[in-house]
């Protein structure tokens, strides 16, 4: 069945297979404390916790009707987020969420990327079959879910793509206890 294959760098599949992955779980503060900060971006401040009631506001900076209570019917247990500002309006924006399972962590992660690039085109990079994210000329934003944790990115202005991916894999790393310091997936 193909919804149960393993993708072996986004899944992990050496560590146990599907079963295994689908029970990751990881506290959201610490995947976005120990980001680090990327060339050309300022020190991020601290991260931000957040529950599903602030979901909406504290990932893309506005109540969006309907995602505060979607994220709460779902299961959000723990979210929180963490942002980088740069020169000519560069913005990268990290969020975590623990989730009760995995489907709401995808579908609700997916309509966040959505609504943070909205004039966007559909991305799904190579190295992570089965996220969802979207891409304009000056934005872009990328969920990945490991486990019962959505892993999201958001970028806006003069943040390539190569930004958003190693800030996933940093994430997806921290989540699974993996050593921070190796290349990025390729």
Do not use: H
Not at 89 to 116: K, N, T, Y
């Amino acid at each position: 069945m193909a919804a149960l294959a393993c993708v072996p760098l986004l899944a992990g599949c050496a560590g146990g297979g599907v079963a295994a992955q689908d029970s990751v779980e990881a506290d959201p503060a610490f995947v976005v404390r120990v980001l680090p900060t990327r060339p050309g971006l300022d020190i991020a401040g601290p991260g931000v916790s957040t529950g599903s009631g602030e979901f909406d506001r504290a990932t893309l900076g506005q109540s969006i009707p309907g995602l505060a209570k979607g994220a709460k019917d779902g299961g959000l247990r723990s979210a929180a987020t963490r942002t980088w500002t740069g020169p000519n309006g560069a913005r990268l924006v990290a969020v975590a969420s623990l989730w009760d399972d995995s489907e709401p962590a995808r579908a609700i992660g997916g309509q966040v990327a959505r609504a943070a690039v909205p004039d966007g085109t559909p991305w799904t990079p190579t190295q992570y079959g089965g996220s969802q994210g979207y891409r304009s000329d000056d934005a872009r934003s990328l969920n990945v879910v490991v486990g019962k944790v959505s892993l999201l990115v958001i970028a806006e202005g003069p943040v390539d793509d190569e930004a958003v991916l190693r800030t996933i894999d940093l994430m997806r790393k921290a989540s699974t206890n993996e050593d921070l310091e190796g290349p990025a997936g390729g």
